[in-house]
C-alpha cells in the first residue's frame, strides 16, 4: 500500500509539468494575441508616412498617456478622466436597459402566449426596431425637453424591441408536450409560468438581452454626443472638436472593450441562469 501511494506522488518538476497549458491551450490564446499584433503592426506601417491622417498605434499612446495612466482624474464640468467619462454612460445604460429588460420581457411573454396579438403586433414592431438610435433623439428631446431623460428614453427604446421579439419567440417555441403535461397535471398558472413557460423560454430571452445591451451601448455613445455632459461620448465629440484624434482613437478602444465586457457578462448571467444541455 506505501509502495502505490509512493508511486502516485509527483515530485515537484511533475507537478509544475501538469499545471502548465497544453498545446491547444496555447494555441487557442496565441491566436488573438498574434491576430492583434498583425493589426496593430499594420496600422503603424500605414500611418508613416508623412501625409497620414490618422496617428498610428505608437502615437496615440504617446499622446494619451496621461489619460491611460490616470482615468481616475477629477476636473471640473466634463473635464474628467476615462474611468468617470465611462462610468456616466454605464449608469444611464444600466438605467435604460433595465427598464427595457423588465418591460419587454413582461410585454413578450404577453404576446407570445397570443397569437392574435402577435399577428398584428409584429409588423409594427419590425418596423420601429430599424428606426437608428438618433432619429429617437428629436422626439424624446422635443417631448421630455430634458436631456438626460431623453438620453435614457433613446436607451430604453432602442433595446427594448430584441427584448421583446426574441422573449414572444421564445414563449411561441415552448414543446406542446410541456403544454400537455401541464393540462394533465392540472398546474396553475403561476406554477405553469415558472414551471414551464419560464424555463423553457429564458435562452431567447437572454438571446434578447445580450442584442438589446449591446444596442444600448450604442445608442448613449451617439445620444451623448448631442446632448452632452459627462459621457464617454460627448468626450470623442469634444475630442474631435479640439482636433485631439489620438484621444478619439483611445475612447474607441475602450468603447469596444465594454461593449465585449457587457455582452459576456450578460452571456456569463444567461448561462448561470438558462444552463444549456451538452
Known sequence: MTTTLEGRRQSPVQQLVAALPDAKSLQKLAAPVVAIGVFLLLWQLLTLSPDATLPGPAKVVSETWGLIVDPFFRGS????????????????????????????????????????????????????RTIPPLAWLPISLAAIQQSEPAAIFVIFITAIWPVIINTAVGVQQIPQDYNNVARVLQLSRPKYFFKVLLPAALPYIFTGLKIGIGLSWLAIVAAEMLIGGVGIGFFIWDAYNSAKVSEIVLALVYVGLVGLLLDKLVGFIGRLVAPTER
Not at 419587454?104 to 409588423?123: C, E, F, R, T
Open 77 to 128: 464640468g466634463t473635464n474628467q478622466g476615462l474611468f468617470w467619462q465611462i462610468a456616466a454612460s454605464l449608469q444611464r445604460v444600466a438605467l435604460g436597459f433595465s427598464l427595457a429588460a423588465a418591460v419587454g420581457i413582461v410585454v413578450g411573454i404577453l404576446i407570445g402566449a397570443n397569437a392574435l396579438i402577435y399577428s398584428a403586433l409584429d409588423p409594427l414592431f419590425q418596423v420601429l
